[in-house]
């Protein structure tokens, strides 16, 4: 009931959705029970009317880019999910400047910037997450940022209403920008990057993946690093110092490869994640003073209503 006109317009507008998805199925954590209503969303112009629509009839909505920064409690979501793509799954390169809709892939960019002898993005390939939740997240890695690179973002606010604002007023900070509040749902991002060398850019990146496969255990769901470094420390030389490697809690262990992942073993529940943050958090707190503040975004903490 609740439901009805959004379902009657999705219906009119032939557009992709499901009613109870299963969010594990959406989240690198492979953690997460069933959502009301799961969109694919095609176009600005059905954001804008999905937004105005939800925003009248009080419905909560999330946007969910790759999940790879999530997670998402095992009751689910009382509410929309949405999720781009149609039109916002685009890239576009024009000499040093590429754009891109918010529902890319991060290593797809990454990719054509290659195709094209374009530097700038190299730090971000293998980095898991869509086009918009990188530049939400400021994503970043062996010495880059999303910040060093983006030139505009356009999104659309929660009325609606089409705005594009300069990356120098993005407000990025580690982990963080403007958009981390959840007001503003992105829907291109422009990127301007540098020519290069064809060669020196494939190697970069080769050997980048070729790094995080030696340190990160790829072969188990996660999340990425599950902690913030604080500043002068590494959360995952703390956890380990602090004698938590391969601690588990349920199917939830900090890895054995990398103390900064916490992984799935097969069966964790957000329950097992949740618990496990919490005696890591309490535990570095006792031994070092250090409040360690988790990077991986908890949907229940962050609903857009
Ligand atoms: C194996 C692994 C390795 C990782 N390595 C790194 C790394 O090296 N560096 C790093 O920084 N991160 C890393 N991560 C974490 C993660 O990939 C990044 O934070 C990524 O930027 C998240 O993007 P996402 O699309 O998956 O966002 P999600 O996890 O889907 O969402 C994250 C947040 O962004 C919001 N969001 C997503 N898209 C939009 C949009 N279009 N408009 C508005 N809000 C949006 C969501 O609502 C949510 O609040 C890693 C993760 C894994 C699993």
Same mark, same amino acid.
Request: proline share 2%.
């Given at each position: 009931?609740?439901?009805?006109?959004?379902?009657?317009?999705?219906?009119?507008?032939?557009?992709?959705?499901?009613?109870?998805?299963?969010?594990?199925?959406?989240?690198?954590?492979?953690?997460?029970?069933?959502?009301?209503?799961?969109?694919?969303?095609?176009? *600005?112009?059905?954001?804008?009317n999905l937004l105005v629509m939800m925003k009248k009839s009080d419905i909560p909505f999330f946007l969910l880019g790759n999940g790879s920064n999530l997670l998402i409690n095992d009751d689910g979501y009382r509410g929309v999910?949405?999720?781009?793509?149609?039109?916002?799954?685009?890239?576009?390169?024009? /000499?040093?400047?590429?754009?891109? /809709?918010?529902? *890319?892939?991060?290593?797809?960019?990454?990719?054509?910037?290659?195709?094209?002898?374009?530097?700038?993005?190299?730090?971000?390939?293998?980095?898991?997450?869509?086009?918009?939740?990188?530049?939400?997240?400021?994503?970043?890695?062996?010495?880059?940022?999303?910040?060093? *690179?983006?030139?505009? *973002?356009?999104?659309?606010?929660?009325?609606?209403?089409?705005?594009?604002?300069?990356?120098?007023?993005?407000?990025?900070?580690?982990?963080?920008?403007?958009?981390?509040?959840?007001?503003?749902?992105?829907?291109?991002?422009?990127?301007?990057?540098?020519?290069?060398?064809?060669?020196?850019?494939?190697?970069?990146?080769?050997?980048?993946?070729?790094?995080?496969?030696?340190?990160?255990?790829?072969?188990?769901?996660?999340?990425?690093?599950?902690?913030?470094?604080?500043?002068?420390?590494?959360?995952?030389?703390?956890?380990?110092?602090?004698?938590?490697? /391969?601690?588990?809690?349920?199917?939830?262990?900090?890895?054995?490869?990398?103390?900064?992942?916490?992984?799935?073993?097969?069966?964790?529940?957000?329950?097992?994640?949740?618990?496990?943050?919490?005696?890591?958090?309490?535990?570095?707190?006792?031994?070092?003073?250090?409040n360690l503040e988790p990077e991986v975004i908890n949907l229940t903490d962050n609903p857009n209503s």
């Open positions: 009931m609740k439901y009805s006109s959004i379902l009657n317009y999705l219906n009119s507008k032939k557009c992709k959705f499901c009613k109870n998805e299963l969010m594990s199925k959406h989240t690198t954590f492979r953690i997460g029970g069933p959502a009301d209503l799961f969109i694919e969303v095609p176009d *600005v112009c059905t954001l804008q999910i949405l999720k781009l793509d149609g039109k916002f799954a685009s890239v576009e390169v024009n /000499g040093e400047f590429m754009k891109c /809709g918010a529902g *890319v892939n991060l290593s797809r960019i990454c990719k054509t910037a290659l195709e094209n002898s374009l530097t700038g993005l190299e730090f971000a390939y293998g980095i898991p997450g869509s086009c918009g939740g990188a530049v939400v997240m400021n994503a970043g890695a062996y010495g880059g940022e999303m910040k060093d *690179v983006i030139k505009t *973002v356009e999104f659309v606010d929660q009325n609606g209403e089409i705005n594009k604002i300069s990356g120098k007023d993005c407000g990025f900070s580690y982990r963080n920008s403007l958009f981390s509040k959840n007001e503003y749902i992105i829907t291109f991002v422009e990127f301007k990057l540098s020519l290069g060398s064809y060669e020196d850019i494939k190697s970069r990146m080769e050997d980048l993946i070729a790094r995080r496969k030696f340190k990160q255990p790829l072969n188990f769901p996660s999340a990425g690093s599950f902690f913030k470094s604080p500043a002068g420390y590494h959360a995952s030389a703390l956890i380990e110092q602090c004698g938590l490697k /391969g601690f588990r809690i349920g199917d939830a262990a900090v890895s054995s490869k990398h103390s900064g992942f916490i992984v799935n073993l097969g069966n964790a529940t957000s329950e097992d994640i949740k618990k496990l943050q919490s005696e890591i958090i309490s535990q570095i707190a006792t031994k070092t003073g250090i």
